[in-house]
């Protein structure tokens, strides 16, 4: 059973970058068919889909968000990251990190709230 | 951009009851459609995959039907533990896509 574990700060200053890092455990980020993603939740609102990368580190984003959004992973240490620049409160959210299959759905951390706040 | 909607956005509903939420995407998605339950302060938790296949651990009165553009949940026999916000989400392309939910409260 795979486990997903978000950490990172919870407090970031506004125009400054968000950085979060996912701890895979229960089965490796090199695997192939999963898709690592991230995906977040404003408070009280519905989901919101960031992006994900495969193993082999191809990436995909959100248009909406592409400009702001880097999607990395490191294997060795079975770890997957976000960051997104220039925040605003507009990005505080609850963020979760998630195995993605095309085939039978996501597999979600805890989810981690980040605040958007001087 | 594959775009999902749910309807109703909420419902009430009795212990007991039968209950149905639709889930229609703006382009055929195949059968990638899958199912959540979200309770407040946790994270969504997987129900149906595939449409229609249940995930291991899910009480046989959640169960789920549809392809190409219209899907449905439906909850065969409500429980108190089943008041929650549920949304579907499709996997058949990028960028991945959320209905907007449905929350289910108590009458």
């Known amino acids: 059973q795979v486990q997903l574990q978000e950490s990172g700060p919870g407090l970031v200053k506004p125009s400054q970058t968000l950085s979060l890092t996912c701890t895979v455990s229960g089965g490796s980020i090199s695997s192939g068919g999963y898709y690592w993603s991230w995906i977040r939740q404003h408070p009280g609102k519905g989901l919101e889909w960031i992006g994900y990368i495969y193993y082999s580190g191809s990436t995909y984003y959100n248009p909406s968000l592409k400009s702001r959004v880097t999607i990395s992973v490191d294997t060795s240490k079975n770890q997957f990251s976000l960051k997104l620049s220039s925040v605003t409160a507009a990005d505080t959210a609850v963020y979760y990190c998630?195995?993605?299959?095309?085939?039978?759905?996501?597999?979600w951390g805890q989810g981690t709230l980040v605040t958007v706040s001087s | 951009d594959i775009q999902m909607t749910q309807s109703p956005s909420s419902l009430s509903a009795s212990v007991g009851d039968r209950v149905t939420i639709t889930c229609r995407a703006s382009q055929s998605i195949s059968s990638y459609l899958n199912w959540y339950q979200q309770k407040p302060g946790k994270a969504p938790k997987l129900l149906i995959y595939a449409a229609s296949s249940l995930q291991s651990g899910v009480p046989s009165r959640f169960s789920g039907s549809g392809s190409g553009t219209d899907f449905t949940l439906t909850i065969s026999s409500l429980q108190p533990e089943d008041f929650a916000t549920y949304y579907c989400q499709q996997s058949y392309s990028t960028p991945r896509a959320f209905g907007q939910g449905t929350k289910l409260e108590i009458k």
């Open positions: 998630a195995r993605d299959t095309m085939v039978r759905g996501v597999d």
